[in-house]
């Protein structure tokens, strides 16, 4: 298994829940890879194709690994059913289908009942990729799904917008759920059971080498756009049927919103008809036309058809303003909640400021005190010492004068013998 950008290595207790059970009592092994795409991941980081490359020669050894570690006959068959399931995660998918490339074109590649490959929010098989196209920000080459002789399992959350963009770009509604799918759908989708996928959302086709590819279609219960928008959740179901519109797969099944109001087949919505005109024959787009008299007997035009066309634009058109008002006043709002952050932090910043102003001028205070005390210290040092000597001279005086007495005592009394 191996995992998205950021998640160079998965813990066992992640591996493990990954599509439900699906590897419930298996050894799983995680694949090392950078798992960068810089400079998007890092300013030093590999670019993701230089990450993909490490990640195709770490993948290839592991495959070789793992297909050595089944039980096999002496002719080596492999016994008990034995299988290799190699999981791509997001950009790990990317890997994962390099490496299916270089097996499809490897005639001693490994057989197909022996690995079979599941691919998990991979953004390389959506509609909008139809021919190879190098992408210089990632310095990768993205390019349609190679046909290979092994069954591959295809898992999409419904919305994510890196897996599931709408084929019709300029559904705007349909991009900016995209957008918010990419945040809410696409890790989620990795841990979806595909026992609970609705039969209705899973398709299998075959190709021409016998290769099947099964695609599941998790489905969204709520859309990305009203959960990371809460306020919109009454528009929820007009919102859904705009979606639904910016997606082929939903053209012949409509929402429930859409079939409520409509009871024949409407006609084809401008955007669509210029999209599928490459598929099929398409109508000419249906003209409002003012009644004239040249005009009254000509073929009526289907008013219903043409109304219906007005009010999906109309309907289009203002839930996308309505949508992008409550965009702009919830921005507004994170303005004013930054506005206020950076207020705070400027006060905060100014206390600061004060206070180790404050703590200067007290530690200025304290060294003048120092110094005036060790003054006043050294002054009366000074005086002391003064005092000394003037008592020490006191002293040797009148030790002197005793003296001078005694002496002339000693003479009188000479004198008198």
């Known amino acids: 298994m191996i995992g998205g950008l950021d998640t160079p290595q998965l813990h066992d207790i ?4 990954i599509l439900g059970d699906l590897t419930h009592g298996q050894e799983r092994v995680s694949v090392n890879w950078p ?3 810089g400079p998007y991941t890092g300013k030093d980081d590999l670019t993701l194709g230089q990450s993909i490359d490490v990640g ?6 592991e495959i070789a690994a793992a297909l050595g570690r089944l039980s096999r ?6 016994l008990n059913g034995e299988k290799v399931t190699v999981i791509g995660l997001s950009a790990g998918s990317l890997v994962t289908t390099e490496v299916l490339r270089q097996m499809a074109a490897d005639p001693n590649a490994v057989g197909a009942d022996e690995i ?3 691919l998990v929010a991979d953004s390389s098989r959506q509609e909008l990729i139809k021919d190879s196209k190098y992408n210089p920000k990632y310095d990768y080459t993205y390019q349609p799904a190679p046909d290979t002789i092994y069954d591959t399992h295809v898992v999409t959350g419904e919305f994510d917008g890196l897996a599931d963009m709408p084929d019709r770009w300029w559904n705007l509604t349909a991009v900016v759920n995209a957008m918010a799918g990419a945040i809410v759908v696409h890790i989620p989708v990795m841990f979806a059971d595909l026992d609970d996928v609705p039969a209705e959302n899973i398709t299998v086709t075959t190709n021409a080498l016998g290769g099947t590819t099964t695609h599941y279609l998790v489905p969204t219960e709520e859309l990305p756009l009203v959960t990371l928008l809460p306020f919109l959740k009454p528009m929820e179901d007009s919102l859904r049927a705009s979606v639904e519109r910016g997606y082929k797969r939903y053209d012949d099944v ?3 919103a859409r079939t409520a109001a409509v009871a024949t087949v409407a006609a084809e919505p401008a955007e669509d008809v210029a999209e599928d005109t490459e598929d099929t024959a398409a109508p000419e787009p249906v003209k409002a036309v003012e009644e004239t008299a040249d005009t009254k007997d000509t073929a009526p035009v289907d008013v219903a058809d043409t109304v219906e066309v007005v009010e999906t634009d109309a309907d289009d058109t203002e839930q996308v303003t309505e949508v992008s008002d409550e965009i702009e006043v919830a921005k507004d709002d994170d303005d004013a909640v930054e506005e206020a952050v ?7 910043a100014a206390e600061e400021e004060a206070l180790e102003e404050a703590l200067a001028d007290d530690a200025a205070d ?9 003054a006043e210290d050294a002054s009366s040092d000074t005086a002391a010492s003064d005092d000394s000597d003037a008592g020490a001279d006191s002293d040797a005086g009148d030790a002197g004068d005793d003296s001078s007495s005694d002496d002339s005592g000693s003479a009188s009394a000479g004198s008198d013998e």
């Open 14 to 17: 992640i591996m493990a829940q």
């Open 366 to 374: 304290a060294e003048s005190a120092k110094e005036e005390d060790a």
């Open 254 to 256: 409509p929402s429930a």
């Open 116 to 118: 079979s490959f599941y």
């Open 73 to 78: 006959d002496e002719n080596g068959n492999v």
């Open 35 to 37: 798992a960068e795409a």
């Open 342 to 348: 950076a207020e705070a932090a400027d006060e905060e």
């Open 56 to 61: 195709i020669e770490n993948l290839n050894a």
